[in-house]
């Protein structure tokens, strides 16, 4: 599987515990999508750990999760565009044009060794279908179907370079585990469209039905060490 490769201790060991602890005590202030230009210099410590990983050669698209709960099998591409059609439209426009990464990296920040669970399912043999939505949330892998299983480690990381189908288990010992962080990047050829004008947005929100919802949002985001 040359499209899939797996890398233990990606940062030393300082840079790994300064970005342990960054996004520890500021994970609420990490905006939820954000993307930066090959031409601009890094604005703050994530940038700066990702440029020193993948040099300068594209755009990049990253988010940072702190979460025990499932994620449900999707592919990564413009969400962001098509969490604001979402809102706009009540839902996802079928013309919108989807575009995707060239690859996406999984850097496990932080994951408890007694953590049950909690895994990552990629599907090797399974691209985007098209057709389908960005935002799914029926597609169901085929019976049969190849599904590769990945016990996260704390400072290793995944990479794959086609717009694969994946997902995380759920941590089945929250009662032990509270927290599962990683940092999740992109490179893209070109720039998205919603981010032409913001490099940092909020995710969207629905309350509960027939209650208000809230668009994305753009955002300042400078957070250093």
Known sequence: MDHISYSKNVLDAGTLANLQDLVKQHYEEIPVYNFARKTEEPRNYLEEIIRDLIGYDNHVEYWVRDSVEATLMHVDANELQAKRDMYQYGEEDPDMI???????????????????????????EQEYIPGRKILDTTFKPAEGARILVIKPETNHMVLFDKPLYHAVETVTNTDVVKHRIALMFSCWKKIPNIYREHQHWSNNMITHPGGPNYQPMDLEFKLTI
């Open 98 to 124: 989807k575009e995707f990464p060239l690859n996406t990296h999984i850097l496990y920040i932080d994951i408890d060794p007694k953590m049950e669970g909690g895994k990552l399912l990629i599907m090797p």
